[in-house]
Each structure stands twice: as structure tokens, then as C-alpha cells.
């Protein structure tokens, strides 16, 4: 079995987790700041990943792409966490309350993702000719700070696609939340008997290819934030 395949699987499957989790405690984190104790009372606004586990979404869907990823290779995991429970009611004002909240965790998503690239950006700058040695090495395992580089590289990936994926104004998405704050009354009516089918319609869309626009956004500001020696090492040691 190759052993670098899986620590592949292991690291990736860190990032993605890492991004959901900090997504999710954000939306939690400003609710509890705006009056609402749901979050907090639950037990969500930790980091522990146990707090936040969906099966179908955290654990299901990851490791049977993980899976998948031994037989074809390019196969990119993705997942999602149990939503943190919000109460609009507690807001003063429930739309303006969700729309911060709702704009919380893409923003932590996007907060983080660059931080995690300035770091990646200033370990090529300290240490020359990091990109060739991964080149000639050509595996994960045999260098602690090529795995660091890979996991640091993938949770910027993770961070960026949540961040823009999540803004798409469709329930029950973060994006649906954003733009119901700016709907008249009729609109926001709407939008809330769509809750109910957001989610199919979501899976039907992206089945079609409707929503394949986000590329769009996604390549370019994964682009700046890793550059080409970094999203090099990724596809080499990947």
C-alpha cells in the first residue's frame, strides 16, 4: 500500500477539518456576541472536532472521498459539520443578527486562509530552494516540513472554496442569509419557504453545472494567496 498516498488522505483530511470547524465556531462566536446563548449553551463554540461531527457530512462523506482518492488520485475531499444552532429571536434585530452571522464563518474561512499562506509564504522565503527539494524528493514522508508546506497548502485551498462556496445565495448556504437581509418582505418569504428545498436544489444545480462560475473566483484568489513554487510542491508531494 503506498504509505504516501495515505498520509496524503490523513493531511488533507486535517485541513478540511480544520476549515469547517473555524467556520462553524465563527457563526457561534458572533451569535453568542449579538445575545444569542444557543451556541454557546450546546457546546459548539469549541475547537474540538467532536463537537462540531455530522456522520453523513464529517465523517461519511470525507472518508469515502478519501477512499476514492487511492483509485483516482485527484479526487479532492470536501465536507461539512453539524450547523451551530442560532436563535434570531435573541438578535435585536433577527435579518441584520443573521447577516453578520451568516457572514462569519466565509469570513473567518477567508481570515485564516491567508494567514495560513503568509506563513507558507515566509517558510519559502526562509528556507532557499524549498520547491526543488520537494521536487527531487517526491514524497510526503520523508520530510516533516514538506508535510507542513502540504497541510498549511491544503487548508488555504479548503479555506478559499468554503469561503467562496458558502457565499452562493442559495439555502442553506451562508450566502442565502446575506441576501435576505437586502430582500423586501415578499423576497424574504420566499427565500424562507426555499429552506425547506434549498439543499436539493443546491445538489441539482451543482449536478448540472450551473454553478460552475465559482471556479471563476476560486482559481484566481488561490492563485495570489499560494503562487506557483507553493502550488507546485502541493501538486508534487499531492
Given at each position: 500500500?503506498?504509505?504516501?498516498?495515505?498520509?496524503?488522505?490523513?493531511?488533507?483530511?486535517?485541513?478540511?477539518?480544520?476549515?469547517?470547524?473555524?467556520?462553524?465556531?465563527?457563526?457561534?462566536?458572533?451569535?453568542?456576541?449579538?445575545?444569542?446563548?444557543?451556541?454557546?449553551?450546546?457546546?459548539?463554540?469549541?475547537?474540538?472536532?467532536?463537537?462540531?461531527?455530522?456522520?453523513?457530512?464529517?465523517?461519511?462523506?470525507?472518508?469515502?472521498?478519501?477512499?476514492?482518492?487511492?483509485?483516482?488520485?485527484?479526487?479532492?475531499?470536501?465536507?461539512?459539520?453539524?450547523?451551530?444552532?442560532?436563535?434570531?429571536?435573541?438578535?435585536?434585530?433577527?435579518?441584520?443578527?443573521?447577516?453578520?452571522?451568516?457572514?462569519?464563518?466565509?469570513?473567518?474561512?477567508?481570515?485564516?486562509?491567508?494567514?495560513?499562506?503568509?506563513?507558507?509564504?515566509l517558510l519559502?522565503?526562509?528556507?532557499?530552494?524549498?520547491?526543488?527539494?520537494?521536487?527531487?524528493?517526491?514524497?510526503?514522508?520523508?520530510?516533516?516540513?514538506?508535510?507542513?508546506?502540504?497541510?498549511?497548502?491544503?487548508?488555504?485551498?479548503?479555506?478559499?472554496?468554503?469561503?467562496?462556496?458558502?457565499?452562493?445565495?442559495?439555502?442553506?448556504l451562508d450566502?442565502?442569509?446575506?441576501?435576505?437581509?437586502?430582500?423586501?418582505?415578499?423576497?424574504?418569504?420566499?427565500?424562507?419557504?426555499?429552506?425547506?428545498?434549498?439543499?436539493?436544489?443546491?445538489?441539482?444545480?451543482?449536478?448540472?453545472?450551473?454553478?460552475?462560475?465559482?471556479?471563476?473566483?476560486?482559481d484566481p484568489?488561490?492563485?495570489?494567496?499560494?503562487?506557483?513554487?507553493?502550488?507546485?510542491?502541493?501538486?508534487?508531494?499531492?
Amino acid at each position: 500500500m503506498n504509505v504516501d498516498l495515505i498520509l496524503n488522505v490523513i493531511l488533507s483530511l486535517i485541513a478540511v477539518f480544520m476549515a469547517i470547524v473555524f467556520h462553524e465556531v465563527a457563526h457561534g462566536l458572533v451569535a453568542a456576541k449579538l445575545g444569542d446563548p444557543t451556541a454557546r449553551s450546546a457546546g459548539r463554540l469549541s475547537l474540538n472536532p467532536l463537537a462540531h461531527v455530522d456522520m453523513v457530512g464529517t465523517i461519511l462523506v470525507p472518508l469515502t472521498l478519501g477512499i476514492l482518492k487511492f483509485f483516482y488520485p485527484g479526487t479532492m475531499l470536501f465536507g461539512w459539520a453539524k450547523p451551530v444552532p442560532v436563535s434570531p429571536a435573541n438578535f435585536r434585530d433577527r435579518y441584520r443578527g443573521m447577516l453578520l452571522v451568516a457572514l462569519a464563518g466565509p469570513g473567518s474561512n477567508l481570515l485564516l486562509g491567508v494567514v495560513a499562506a503568509l506563513v507558507g509564504r515566509l517558510l519559502f522565503l526562509a528556507i532557499p530552494n524549498l520547491a526543488a527539494t520537494a521536487a527531487l524528493q517526491d514524497t510526503l514522508g520523508a520530510n516533516a516540513l514538506h508535510a507542513v508546506l502540504f497541510t498549511l497548502g491544503m487548508f488555504v485551498v479548503y479555506c478559499v472554496v468554503l469561503a467562496i462556496f458558502n457565499m452562493i445565495p442559495i439555502p442553506p448556504l451562508d450566502g442565502s442569509r446575506v441576501l435576505t437581509f437586502f430582500l423586501p418582505a415578499s423576497g424574504r418569504r420566499i427565500m424562507l419557504a426555499l429552506e425547506q428545498y434549498g439543499f436539493i436544489l443546491l445538489i441539482v444545480l451543482l449536478y448540472l453545472g450551473v454553478l460552475d462560475f465559482i471556479y471563476a473566483w476560486i482559481d484566481p484568489v488561490l492563485g495570489f494567496l499560494i503562487g506557483n513554487d507553493w502550488a507546485f510542491v502541493i501538486r508534487t508531494l499531492g
